[in-house]
């Protein structure tokens, strides 16, 4: 029951990128049944690459708990890691990720690639995909219609 509480966290996380025209991604890192970092994308604000959800919820956790070490935390996002991010779940030894809608074009821990789980890897990361899916895909599916239709009305 915990898992689902945190990801409609994150889903709340993504309706704030959603309110600020940003691709409706958020997450949240939890350590010890506390949420110690929130983000959600915030690329096209900040004009950064780095403006990705589990990004800013970690760097926001590792100011809270002083060390970018997450030993024993979990995130929850809305939408699979893509490489960039997996890599940095991995650098900064997170224990679990939990995501929602998978990511066939840019996923880096199932979809495309599974980098959490690579052997070759010095740490892994135990990872669950699918929780609250559905939510978390439809979200992002109606904010891409709603880019293509202002895309045509333009036209």
């Given amino acids: 029951m915990d898992d689902i509480i945190y990801m409609k966290e994150a889903i709340k996380e ?24 929130r983000g959600h994308n915030v690329r096209s604000r900040d004009n950064s690459p780095f ?24 995130i929850y996002v809305t939408l699979e890691p893509c490489v ?12 679990w990720i939990v995501f929602g809608a998978k990511d066939p074009k840019a996923g880096g821990c199932r979809s495309l690639y599974e980098i959490p789980g690579d052997p070759r890897m010095y740490h892994r990361c ?15 599916q109606k904010f891409f219609i709603e880019k293509r239709r202002a895309r045509a009305a333009k036209k």
């Fill in 84 to 95: 960039m991010c997996s890599g940095a779940l991995v650098q900064c030894r997170m224990g």
């Fill in 126 to 140: 135990a990872v669950t995909g699918g929780l609250l899916a559905t939510e978390c895909a439809e979200m992002l």
């Fill in 14 to 37: 993504a309706r704030r990128a959603l309110e600020c025209g940003e691709i409706p991604v958020g997450a949240v890192v939890v350590r010890g049944g506390e949420i110690i970092g």
């Fill in 51 to 74: 403006g990705h959800a589990e990004i800013a919820a970690m760097t926001e956790a590792a100011k809270k708990i002083n060390s970018w070490r997450f030993d024993g935390c979990s």
